[in-house]
T-cell receptor, first 110, second 113 residues
Framework: GENVEQHPSTLSVQEGDSAVIKCTYS??????FPWYKQELGKGPQLIID?????GEKKDQRIAVTLNKTAKHFSLHITETQPEDSAVYFC?????????FGKGTSLLVTP | ETGVTQTPRHLVMGMTNKKSLKCEQH?????MYWYKQSAKKPLELMFV???????ENNSVPSRFSPECPNSSHLFLHLHTLQPEDSALYLC????????????FGPGTRLTVL
């Protein structure tokens, strides 16, 4: 089955800096790659997703890049703010079943 | 709020108890999911229902029994659980059983003593 590796497991940045989280996947047939943000006491919430026919997608301060040849994708958050502090999960899928990474705990310090 | 509610939010039960988790979605979606979230592990897909029909049972022990009476409600019936079943149980829904955004509820924090 699909195996998704996510790094780093923890990330601390200063407010205003950029944060990058990287994921690799094993199933070359995967074609849908969502990123979820989970705040304390809440369920994961989709922040951005990308499909395999696109190499990059941007939404305000958040961007995702996909390299299908290397089977890795990354989340980029620019101009980080304290409210960006949360756990971020990547996932890869070729069906309805999402295969998640273990998560990255991001801390943005003022 | 995401439009997916779960009750109870916290549950403590003994190994011999029987309890149920409830999920309700107000989004008009046709697919619903149960996930297990344990510390230091990826979210694990447990069950998938599409139009009230179970389409996936991801090798989950029989002490977990799902029920989907209609497209808006999903239950997870629990009996004779083990301490290692303690985790956050998340319900999600999506428009259909395709590559679509899944909307998650806040989860039920389960502790098995």
């Amino acid at each position: 089955g699909e195996n998704v590796e996510q790094h780093p497991s923890t990330l601390s940045v200063q407010e205003g800096d950029s944060a990058v989280i990287k994921c690799t996947y094993s199933d070359s047939a995967s074609n849908y790659f969502p990123w979820y943000k989970q705040e304390l006491g809440k369920g994961p919430q989709l922040i951005i997703d990308i499909r395999s026919n696109v190499g990059e997608k941007k939404d305000q301060r958040i961007a995702v890049t996909l390299n299908k040849t290397a089977k890795h994708f990354s989340l980029h958050i620019t101009e980080t703010q304290p409210e960006d502090s949360a756990v971020y999960f990547c996932a890869a899928s070729r069906t309805y079943a999402l295969n998640f990474g273990k998560g990255t705990s991001l801390l943005v310090t003022p | 709020e995401t439009g997916v509610t779960q009750t109870p939010r916290h549950l403590v039960m003994g190994m011999t108890n029987k309890k149920s988790l409830k999920c309700e979605q107000h989004l008009g979606h046709n697919a619903m999911y149960w996930y297990k979230q344990s510390a230091k592990k990826p979210l694990e897909l447990m069950f998938v229902y599409s139009l009230e029909e179970r389409v996936e049972n991801n090798s989950v022990p029989s002490r977990f029994s799902p029920e989907c009476p209609n497209s808006s409600h999903l239950f997870l019936h629990l009996h004779t659980l083990q301490p290692e079943d303690s985790a956050l149980y998340l319900c999600a829904s999506s428009q259909d059983r395709g590559l679509n955004e899944q909307f998650f509820g806040p989860g039920t924090r389960l502790t098995v003593l």
